[in-house]
């Protein structure tokens, strides 16, 4: 599996509430996909992610660059 598709399973997977940051969707995808990238490369995918699927994902600290799960706008 590749990057953008574990990191679409690990968005799915994760509840209303639930924090993280690129670091830590870093850790959680690399269970389904072995090669490395940087934790910027995952934040990426996650605002893909957002804006394809409508669900509201806001930073809640932009100096940890921490993100919390949010519900879908749709």
Request: hydrophobic content about 35%; overall charge positive.
């Amino acid at each position: 599996m590749n990057a953008k598709k574990a990191t679409f399973k690990v968005l799915e997977l994760l509840d209303h509430g639930d924090t993280f940051t690129g670091f830590t969707l870093r850790a959680m995808a690399r269970l389904d996909a072995p090669k490395m990238h940087y934790p910027a490369t995952y934040l990426r995918y996650m605002r893909e992610y957002r804006d394809i699927n409508g669900v509201c994902i806001p930073c809640i600290s932009k100096s940890k660059s921490m993100y919390q799960m949010g519900e879908s706008n749709e």
